[in-house]
Structure formats: structure tokens, C-alpha cells
């Protein structure tokens, strides 16, 4: 602990008491330790090792990762933030792949970088962890574990909240009126929220289609469910078919949602595209495909939505990075999730 940004002119404590609305920062060790306790904080370096020739960033090398899933599965960590350019790099680069999440960049606190530390965007960026400590905002981890809680402990069935999700989109949707609606679904859950979309707006009279992207073999058990539904119901669908982009008047986006840390390639990163060379109406669902609900950053591509309904609590993708030019108008939707714990 004694090492964590232990220089005098280091801004981290300030900036970390300010984010938790604290007036003054801890400034000994134990008053440090006590701090990061109270606050359900973990300091760790991203390298377990490191060669480095000078001071310079640049001049590390032979970094070797520390195992940052065991960290997460055994610490239950809901979100990773890194001070500084290199450290979040270095994390999205070498270790998010096993983490299963992305870290959030916080600018540098170091003494060389102070005049980056009176901007409105150090701030903002500095404000977040303690906005995802008091629940204004969550992370994708955070989410699938309030997911979790109401499915496992409170006995609320997945496709209950599916079905209270797409609801909720297809109210949004019938509002506006819409013509020809294409609903464009990948194989997850959030997919499956697209194809529920689908039925809802045909039984009220509206023309709405699916289009499937992806690999059928690969649906979760609730997308299999929905799609089975919507087949019953009538509800026409192709698979792979990008030429029906085209020809739609609004799009729902339910390609992908919280859980993407990998960036679109192939099919996906086509659709993205045709979905925003279309000139429809597009309305995302939960957050726009290809953005980082985590970190904002556009993965490959990002579909640039009109709308985007999000579900329970905001997302901090949404809040930073491509996250807020890519949603449009945010609509945040009550499901029957919550965070009472």
C-alpha cells in the first residue's frame, strides 16, 4: 500500500476522496488502508512484473500480466479503472480478454501531468468511481450480477425480464409511429430482447420483421425461446441477410449488448455499418452495438442509434468516450431490477 502513489504531488488520493465526496484525502498508510476498506477499493498493478530502461512509459518491456481473473472471481470486483494512458492500454491489450471486462481510463495523476488535472474532462472522468459506488451508474459486471440476483435469489425468471425488457422497447417504439420495422438480433440475450421487440410490434399492427445475425448453434437458451415464439406468431425472419437493412423505415439494434469486449469483425462489423448507412430510425437496445457499456469506446464500429433504451440503471459506457454521440436520447427503463443490496 505504502508504494501506491506515495509522492506528495501524486493527485490520486485528492482525486479518488473527491470522486466519494470526501473533503480531505487519506494521507497515511493506515488511514489509506482504512480508506480502500471502507470503500470496497482494490489497488493492483495490471504488470506482476516489468523491465523498464528509463522513467519513460515508453521504455517498458518484458511486461507480464498479473491474473486478473482469479482478482475478479474471487474478489467480486464489478469494474477496473486505470490512472493513465499506458496502464489502460496495457490492461485492454494483455489482460481484458480473461478478465471478461474492459478497465476505464482515469488521466494520470502524476505530478507531470497537472495541467490535464484542471480540465472538466479529469473531473469527469475522476468522478466515476464514486458514481458507480453510490449507484448512479453501473458497470457490465455489476449488471450481470443484479441479473443474477433477481434470477437466482429473488426467483424472477429470466425470460420474465426479457419479456419486461422488450416491452419496454416496444412501447418506446410504438409512440413514434413507426412504418417498416427491422429488428436486427445476434445469438445473446440481448438478441433475444430484439426478437421479443419483433412479436410485440406485429401483434399491435405493426410491420416488423427480423432480421438474424450470426450463428444459430450459438443462441442462448432465452434468444432459442424467443425465436421459437416469434416463429409461432408468424413473425417473418431472414438470417444473414444484410440487403433487408435497406429496406427498413426504423431499426431496432439488439446485435449485441453489456457483455462485448471484443472488438467486430466480419458480419457484425458489416451490419453495424449497414445499419448506419441506412438513414432509418435506429433504436438500440441497452446500449448500442459495439460500444463498451464499460468504457465507451467503440469496439471496431459502433451503431450510431437514434435512441437507446437502457435497462434498469445507466450504463458507464454510455456516459463517456463514443458512448454518449453513439446512444442519442438515453431512456433508462425500470424492468424489475434492482439494487437493494
Not at 493513465?84 to 480473461?98: K, M, P, Q, S
Not at 421479443?196 to 450463428?215: H, K, N, P, Q, Y
Request: glycine content about 10%; proline content about 4%; some cysteine.
Amino acid at each position: 500500500m505504502g508504494f501506491y502513489y506515495g509522492h506528495p504531488q501524486n493527485a490520486f488520493w485528492k482525486s479518488i476522496a473527491a470522486s466519494l465526496g470526501r473533503p480531505e484525502p487519506p494521507y497515511d498508510l493506515e488511514a489509506r488502508r482504512r480508506f480502500v476498506h471502507e470503500n470496497h477499493i482494490a489497488l493492483w498493478d495490471v504488470f506482476r512484473s516489468v523491465n523498464i530502461d528509463g522513467a519513460a512509459d515508453a521504455s517498458i518491456h518484458d511486461a507480464e500480466p498479473n491474473t486478473f481473473r482469479k482478482i475478479i472471481e474471487g474478489s467480486r470486483i464489478s469494474a477496473v479503472f486505470t490512472a493513465g494512458r499506458t496502464g489502460t492500454d496495457a490492461f485492454n491489450r494483455l489482460c481484458c480478454g480473461e478478465a471478461g471486462m474492459r478497465a476505464v481510463y482515469l488521466p494520470s495523476t502524476s505530478p507531470a501531468n497537472r495541467r490535464t488535472q484542471a480540465t472538466p474532462e479529469y473531473e469527469r472522468r475522476w468522478a466515476l468511481p464514486g458514481r458507480l459506488i453510490r449507484g448512479e451508474l453501473v458497470s457490465s459486471a455489476g449488471m450481470k450480477e443484479l441479473d443474477r440476483r433477481t434470477i437466482e435469489e429473488k426467483g424472477v425468471p429470466s425470460l420474465v425480464l426479457m419479456e419486461r425488457a422488450a416491452l419496454a422497447c416496444a412501447d418506446v417504439l410504438k409512440a413514434k409511429k413507426p412504418m417498416k420495422t427491422l429488428c436486427v438480433c445476434g445469438a445473446g440475450n440481448n438478441g433475444g430482447d430484439g426478437f421479443a421487440v419483433a412479436r410485440l410490434l406485429r401483434l399491435s399492427g405493426i410491420d416488423a420483421e427480423i432480421l438474424f445475425v450470426g450463428d444459430r448453434n450459438k443462441m442462448s437458451e432465452e434468444t432459442k425461446t424467443q425465436s421459437l415464439i416469434a416463429e409461432n406468431y408468424g413473425v417473418p425472419a431472414s438470417d444473414n441477410d444484410l440487403s433487408a437493412i435497406g429496406k427498413a423505415g426504423t431499426i431496432v439494434d439488439a446485435l449485441f449488448g453489456i457483455g462485448l469486449v471484443r472488438e467486430l469483425t466480419g458480419v457484425y462489423l458489416d451490419t453495424v455499418k449497414a445499419v448506419n448507412k441506412s438513414g432509418a430510425y435506429v433504436l438500440s437496445v441497452d446500449v448500442p452495438s459495439g460500444i463498451s457499456a464499460d468504457t465507451g469506446e467503440a469496439l471496431g464500429g459502433a451503431v450510431a442509434a437514434d435512441e437507446t433504451v437502457t435497462f434498469a440503471f445507466n450504463k458507464i459506457g454510455l456516459t463517456i468516450g463514443k458512448g454518449p454521440e453513439c446512444s442519442g436520447k438515453i431512456t433508462v427503463k425500470d424492468i424489475g431490477i434492482y439494487n437493494d443490496q
